[in-house]
């Protein structure tokens, strides 16, 4: 059973940058798409970035050009660069299988102040 353990959360001010990391156990971490996802207090958890096997990149519009999903398969872990930070992107931040989501890590928590 993978697990995926989230770092790299914190308070920073709007307009900052922060990255996190998400370490995967396991050894199917290279042949599967990992996604990024947040959930925000009082809402549904959604959908931020993903990227595939072959490092084919996707995210949702309310952060596409501002942050940037990698991966390094040697050290089964994703990152996820945060730039440009808005209070909105406030949330705890989890990482997953993109597909065929498996049980959920503690996440990140990210704070953006205005």
């Known amino acids: 059973q993978v697990q995926f353990v989230e770092s790299g959360g914190g308070l920073v001010q709007a307009g900052r940058s922060l990255r996190l990391s998400c370490a995967a156990s396991?050894?199917?971490?290279?042949?599967?798409?990992i996604g990024w996802y947040r959930q925000a207090p009082g809402k549904q958890r959604e959908f931020v970035a993903a990227i595939n096997s072959g490092s084919i990149e996707d995210y949702s519009d309310s952060v596409r050009g501002r942050f940037t999903i990698s991966r390094d398969n040697a050290k089964n872990t994703a990152y996820l660069q945060m730039n440009r930070l808005k209070p909105e992107d406030t949330a705890v931040y989890y990482c997953?299988?993109?597909?065929?989501?498996?049980?959920w890590g503690q996440g990140t928590q990210v704070t953006v102040s205005s």
């Open positions: 997953n299988y993109r597909w065929s989501l498996t049980d």
């Open positions: 396991g050894t199917r971490f290279s042949i599967k798409a």
